[in-house]
Structure formats: structure tokens, C-alpha cells
């Protein structure tokens, strides 16, 4: 078995959000980021290099949650992160309170 798709202790916790306690808490803006794509919406910082992002790729709208790099000063999407359509985002938004109460729960 090659563990490709499994994510091994370090790298889940490399994954868990960078927002540490001193630092304020994350920017909430609409807003046009000129350094990617002009079709996308910034929604939400949610740490200092994860976004929310909503955007229109090949003619559909999707719902971007990803990691950023800087690189010549312009800030890029990385690959990791994942990209929701519209259905995929209602049925996430869906379950929302199970969501809630399972992080309660643990």
C-alpha cells in the first residue's frame, strides 16, 4: 500500500489553521483580490495564507477553500485546498448544526 491520500500526524497538524493566540482575528472582507483572478471574491481570510474565496472557473461558480503562497510579491493559490460547486456548498451549508455539535461533542 503506497498511503497516497492519507495524511500521516505531522502533516495534519501542519494542516490545522496558523492563527495563533496573540494574533488578531481573521479579516472578513468582500473584496476584489488584483493578484488572482478578477472574477474571484475574496470572502474571508481565514488565517494568514487560507481563503475563502468565491469564483467563476469554466463557466460555473465555485466555492475556493485554499492555501496561498507568496512568490515575486504577488500572493498565489497553492494547490492545497479544495473547490466546492454550488450543490457541493448547499450541501455542506446542510449540515452546518451537525457540524457544530459533533466539534461541541469532542
Known amino acids: 500500500m503506497s498511503g497516497r491520500g492519507k495524511r500521516g500526524k505531522d502533516e495534519l497538524e501542519d494542516a490545522s489553521d496558523d492563527n495563533s493566540a496573540g494574533q488578531a482575528p481573521p479579516k472578513k472582507a468582500s473584496k476584489v483580490d488584483s493578484s488572482a483572478d478578477p472574477d474571484s471574491i475574496v ?3 481565514i488565517s494568514n495564507n487560507r481563503r475563502v474565496t468565491v469564483r467563476t472557473w469554466q463557466g460555473k461558480v465555485w466555492v475556493d477553500i485554499r492555501e496561498f503562497y507568496v512568490k515575486d510579491g504577488k500572493q498565489l493559490p497553492g494547490k492545497r485546498g479544495i473547490s466546492l460547486s454550488v450543490d457541493q456548498w448547499n450541501v455542506l451549508r ?9 466539534l461541541a461533542d469532542s
Open 94 to 102: 446542510g449540515h452546518v448544526e451537525e457540524i457544530d455539535k459533533a
Open 43 to 45: 470572502v474571508c481570510e
